[in-house]
């Protein structure tokens, strides 16, 4: 993943909120947030490979009382900040009438790429086939 992304999702995890990537299973009671990365919002190339990538990310915050607006915001806005500078912003502001929460969205920029994760090592030999090749 993108080296500024996993600071973010660090960084938001210390807020002292529940913090998920892409969703819950089951929702946290109170207060909660959910990070992920949406598409690639650019590109760098050189030598005819991807030098640099920027990825759109978003970030949404959850709560149940639009008292704790200015204190999630607060806390949600100062880490964008501090990650990201200036290349996010506010998206949204909204209550959902079905699940009773009011849900803020950020929608921001980071820059790297995306790396998969090494293959796993198999925990046993390959079997040999009928002639004899593994």
Not at 82 to 93: A, K, M
């Amino acid at each position: 993943m993108p080296t500024e992304y996993t600071t973010l999702v660090s960084a938001l995890a210390d807020t002292g909120y529940p913090c998920a990537e892409y969703g819950w299973k089951t929702r946290p009671d109170g207060t909660y947030l959910v990070v992920g990365l949406d598409y690639e919002a650019g590109r760098l190339e050189g030598d005819g490979a991807k030098a640099d990538r920027a990825f759109s990310v978003s970030v949404d915050a959850f709560f149940r009382k639009i008292a704790d607006r200015a204190a999630v915001a607060g806390k949600v806005e100062s880490v964008l900040a501090s990650c990201l500078g200036d290349s996010w912003e506010l998206n949204s502001i909204q209550y959902e009438q079905e699940t009773g929460l009011f849900h803020i969205e950020w929608t921001g920029e980071v820059c790297g790429t995306i790396t998969a994760p090494p293959e796993p090592v198999p925990d046993t030999e390959p079997e040999a086939t009928e002639d004899g090749d593994a």
